[in-house]
């Protein structure tokens, strides 16, 4: 049985910091984090592959979004910094299938199988 459990979610003025966790089950392929506002679509916010050290993200977070492994934790962490509103929104993790080619569309929701419950981060102005 696969679980992805995210935590860390809250509510942040804008500008401020949150660190999501996702804590995985089993071997960690390739784990993307994904968020959705209401109405809105679910996209691809980062993705990494651990054994690669690959890693992607969206361009409306770069440089102020990071994904890393966290070893001591064995977790896959989303370090957000210098939050905005339009950041709101429930943010999950995913896992991909073992030997699916995920890194071709790293930050589509289609590549992956496995989906946490979510954790839900507010950003205020």
């Known amino acids: 049985q696969v679980q992805l459990v995210e935590s860390g979610g809250g509510s942040v003025k804008a500008g401020g910091s949150l660190t999501l966790s996702c804590a995985v089950s089993g071997y960690m392929y390739q784990i993307g984090w994904f968020r959705q506002a209401p109405g809105n679509e679910r996209e691809g916010v980062a993705a990494i592959s651990p054994s690669t050290g690959a890693a992607w993200s969206a361009d409306t977070v770069k440089g102020r979004f990071t994904i890393y492994r966290d070893t001591a934790k064995n977790t896959i962490d989303l370090q957000m910094n210098s939050l905005r509103p339009e950041d709101t929104g429930m943010y999950y993790c995913?896992?991909?299938?073992?030997?699916?080619?995920?890194?071709?569309?790293?930050?589509?929701?289609?590549?992956?199988?496995?989906w946490g419950q979510g954790t839900q981060v507010t950003v205020s102005s």
């Open positions: 995913a896992k991909a299938l073992r030997g699916q080619p995920a890194w071709l569309a790293p930050l589509s929701p289609e590549s992956y199988t496995y």
